[in-house]
């Protein structure tokens, strides 16, 4: 069974950092893109960053580009978020996602349960 | 970016009934167009791939169309526990985005 377990959240101060983990089982980790999809309370999803499959290279959106670090460990079928200077509207329920392939431009076949990144004084 | 514009955002929805859910996107975006369904608490699921294609698992009922600018989403006749929001997304360029979702609600 393909299966995505994530870690990592909690409640953080603003302008500090959290790192998430992203534990996947049941496929064949390096072959696919993986990426980070976040949903604010009451709001819509907005992805986050991706890296590719078979070593490929990590993307991010404007708002998070030069703040969150993308990065997966193809030994230990993990994707991780580094997550630094946070800010308020970085509050989300953070989910991880299986691409349908190896490349950055594919639908998300498989999603995590989430995990909450509360950022808060 | 290309902007992914979902209506309606709400609909209420007898059982049975059939329901379509359109996805405009800002430029054309060939059949790069997907579709997900968020149950209150859950996950997203993916329900329609690259505009038309199915899903194992999924139920029948769910059915894409469109290509371009223009999609659809149709559930044929509608049962209760498709109460859920529904989300497009596009995976043409970079950033990927989402539309706002749809709210459907069983009358």
């Known amino acids: 069974e393909v299966q995505l377990v994530e870690s990592g959240g909690g409640l953080v101060q603003p302008g500090g950092s959290l790192r998430l983990s992203c534990a996947a089982s049941?496929?064949?980790?390096?072959?696919?893109?993986m990426s980070w999809v976040r949903q604010a309370p009451g709001k819509g999803l907005q992805w986050v960053s991706a890296?590719?499959?078979?070593?490929?290279?990590?993307f991010y959106p404007d708002s998070v580009k030069g703040r969150f670090t993308i990065s997966r460990d193809n030994s230990k079928s993990t994707l991780s978020l580094q997550m630094n200077s946070l800010r308020a509207e970085d509050t989300a329920v953070y989910y991880c996602?299986?691409?349908?392939?190896?490349?950055?431009?594919?639908?998300?076949?498989?999603w995590g349960q989430g995990t909450v990144v509360t950022v808060s004084s | 970016e290309i902007v992914l514009t979902q209506s309606p955002d709400f609909q209420s929805v007898t059982p049975k009934e059939k329901v379509t859910i359109t996805c405009r996107a800002s430029?054309?975006?060939?059949?790069?167009l997907h579709w997900y369904q968020q149950k209150p608490d859950q996950s997203p699921k993916l329900l329609i791939k690259?505009?038309?294609q199915s899903i194992s698992g999924v139920p029948s009922r769910f059915s894409g169309s469109g290509s371009g600018t223009d999609f659809t989403l149709t559930i044929s006749s509608l049962e209760a526990e498709d109460a859920a929001t529904y989300y497009c997304?596009?995976?043409?360029?970079?950033?990927?985005?989402f539309g706002g979702g749809t709210k459907v609600e069983i009358k």
């Open positions: 690259y505009a038309s």
């Open positions: 997304h596009q995976s043409s360029g970079l950033p990927l985005t």
């Open positions: 890296f590719s499959g078979r070593g490929g290279s990590a």
């Open positions: 430029q054309s975006i060939g059949s790069s």
């Open positions: 996602a299986k691409g349908t392939g190896s490349a950055t431009y594919h639908a998300f076949e498989i």
């Open positions: 049941g496929f064949n980790f390096d072959n696919y893109a």
